[in-house]
């Protein structure tokens, strides 16, 4: 409806400048917004507002040369009216709304898919968790921030590269070696010593058990043995971490290695490009480059004076290296304790001329866990925390996925395991998937009785006619708009507020018959009791996809 509604406009002002009514200039970007008073009509815009700069006349006069122009030869409206200093006010023909109830359960599972765009090209980088321990809650909010936003990126016609990037170079993986190797001898020399920053939890112990076991470790040179830890444990904890993303529902595109950046000799080359430009210098035996050109808050080192590259060289070199792979947007989701490191990074790009909008980073906030009213507390140096895989035995991976999309993901998130175990109201996963099931149960009883979907929906719709009918229907139009502004301002935590609303929103419909016969789905008027199936089926169909994006199935009983 809102897409409707917006071409409209854009006709009606083409018309109007066209014909000398207004001005022929530029147009900003305006809003259509739902109105919060139901007595100013279904959809409201400010478009007259924004005009009024560059028409030079006020604003409610705009709207009037609008509203007295529109190009409706479909009588898409029931009312139009000028409200306030210079709003239109939209009300939709109800028959509109009838037609939109019946196109959404035709449309059935591609309802709310938008046309293929091929031409935009988003790379989305999250997860990129260190192979060098299990996947956290942290990782775990971050996994599903980004399958999320990726799918519905493609479900609206993007063309989606879900990428890893393994950091599988530098001193994070030589510690990880020196760890196992430190806990393979102290299997035998419960005093040998132990790294001072060295990776404390179980799961080096039990790296260290599997890798003694294939190859005498003791055997070996110091070097060697602890080059060879570092590599077995590597490969073994990222094997770990793809089982448990794959279990989670996430999948990668494209696993890009740190260590295969920095051989094929692509650092090599974004340092020799920045060099041309004159942004590299040395310094007290280290190389900078001079981000504070592009709006850093000082310049940053890339070489440090002992020879060792930092991780921004690596970055820098890295997305250089999507940019060349033609990606017209990059998103990185990235831990809240990397926020200072986001100028710098687009300082950097910015010093290739990469416009700033092709880069976007989402900061995600930490992952609280509560049982028994109490915070479970973690630390990842004492090598106390617990994993996603402990999480998801717990709970389950559809509890996992939508808990940690309750929330936008720069607010911090409070975990309840206890809540999430219940199976009522109160738990936001089984609220919305009992709607589903409750829906599916209500069509079982409508086929006991010989009732079904009528043929013509659009005539069995019009019988649709309480208000709270008509809300719904007016709610699940909203999808595919909810989807696209998901995709322009990456929030995909707003999907879950809506199917949390639109279930709600049929709790209450159906309990309407609890108390009153009349209003119950199923009735011995057949036609009517068609029309509030069909309509039901519209909530289904809108729950199903919007939890399938959510990557939170859609169970039939529950």
Known sequence: MKEKLKEILDTTLDHCMAGGLLKETAVPDYVIEVPNNPDHGHFATNLPMILASTQ????RRIAEVLTGHLQDPGNFFEKVEVAGPGFINFTIDRGRWHSALADMVRRAENFGRGKPRPEDRFNVEFVSANPTGPLHLGHGRGAALGDTLCRILAFRGRSVTREFYVN????????????ILSRIRQMTDPDAPFPENGYHGDYVLDLAREIAADRAIEAMEEEDAIDYCARQGKARMLKEIQEDLERFGVRFDVWYSEKQLLDSGSLDRALERLDRAGLLYEEGGALWIRTSRFGDDKDRVIRKSDGRFTYFASDIAYHLDKRERDFTRSVDLWGADHHGYVSRLRGAMAAFDIPGEWFSVLLIQLVKLWKRGNEVKMSKRAGTYVTLRELMDEVGVDAVRFVFMTKSHDSPLDFDVDLVKKKDSDNPVYYVQYAHARIC???RKA?????????DLERCAARLVL?????MIRRMT???SLLEDICRVFEPHRLTYYLTGLAAAFHRYFNLGTKNPQHRIVVE???LAGARLLLAAGVRTVLANGLALLGVSAPEKM
Request: avoid cysteine; aromatic fraction near 6%.
């Open 467 to 471: 208000e709270e009918e008509m809300a």
């Open 441 to 443: 149960s209500v069509f």
């Open 525 to 527: 008027d057949r036609e």
């Open 447 to 455: 086929r006991e009785e010989g009732i079904g979907l009528p043929r």
């Open 168 to 179: 599988d170079a530098g001193l994070q993986i030589r510690l990880l070696g020196e760890s």
């Open 56 to 59: 030079k006349t006020a604003p």
């Open 478 to 480: 909203e999808f595919p």
